[in-house]
T-cell receptor, first 115, second 116 residues
Framework: KQEVTQIPAALSVPEGENLVLNCSFT??????LQWFRQDPGKGLTSLLL?????REQTSGRLNASLDKSSGRSTLYIAASQPGDSATYLC??????????????FGKGTHLIIQP | ETGVTQTPRHLVMGMTNKKSLKCEQH?????MYWYKQSAKKPLELMFV???????ENNSVPSRFSPECPNSSHLFLHLHTLQPEDSALYLC???????????????FGPGTRLTVL
């Protein structure tokens, strides 16, 4: 059974710092990996999607990398801002057959950017 | 706005009530999903519909009954729930290819359910 782990569980840093969030998964047979942010009481906003054949994706100040063979992904946030405060979730889509196309999520990293 | 809407946003119900959650997607997708988010637990996949056919039921109790009448609408019918079913229920959609859900998933804002 696929398991997704996110480290750290919580992080508080001053504004302007660059930071890295980590995600690991136990079964490397994934189809893709998606990073989301979730604001309190809200749904999920998709940040980046990395297909299993890709190594990284970039969107603005965000950069996500994927090392499928080692079961790891990182989300790099450059020049952090208070508006980046949220919970960041990592999720993998299964790559094998049988219609198992839902996402398996980690518990998330709760990020606070101090002004 | 992600193009996925959910109603109601908040719901309080007793254990003997019957209620339904509604999800609608305006993205032209053909795969839809229900997830459950409980406190201190990862989001859990409940059901997957691809091309209006249920392709996954992730060991969900029968007191939860999904319905997908067309590719734009998804319902979750609730009956005789338990207090431990209180959670945020999230709907998502994506574009399926050849019957298998394929690409990026977009989520609705969720329904916060409280079972008394």
């Amino acid at each position: 059974k696929q398991e997704v782990t996110q480290i750290p569980a919580a992080l508080s840093v001053p504004e302007g710092e660059n930071l890295v969030l980590n995600c690991s998964f136990t079964d490397s047979a994934i189809y893709n990996l998606q990073w989301f942010r979730q604001d309190p009481g809200k749904g999920l906003t998709s940040l980046l999607l990395i297909q299993s054949s890709q190594r990284e994706q970039t969107s603005g100040r965000l950069n996500a990398s994927l090392d499928k063979s080692s079961g790891r992904s990182t989300l790099y946030i450059a020049a952090s801002q208070p508006g980046d405060s949220a919970t960041y979730l990592c999720a993998v889509r299964h790559g094998s057959g049988g219609g198992a196309d839902g996402l398996t999520f980690g518990k998330g990293t709760h990020l606070i950017i101090q002004p | 706005e992600t193009g996925v809407t959910q109603t109601p946003r908040h719901l309080v119900m007793g254990m003997t009530n019957k209620k339904s959650l509604k999800c609608e997607q305006h993205l032209g997708h053909n795969a839809m999903y229900w997830y459950k988010q409980s406190a201190k637990k990862p989001l859990e996949l409940m059901f997957v519909y691809s091309l209006e056919e249920r392709v996954e039921n992730n060991s969900v109790p029968s007191r939860f009954s999904p319905e997908c009448p067309n590719s734009s609408h998804l319902f979750l019918h609730l009956h005789t729930l338990q207090p431990e079913d209180s959670a945020l229920y999230l709907c998502a959609s994506s574009q399926a290819v050849s019957g298998r859900a394929y690409n990026e998933q977009f989520f609705g804002p969720g329904t916060r359910l409280t079972v008394l």
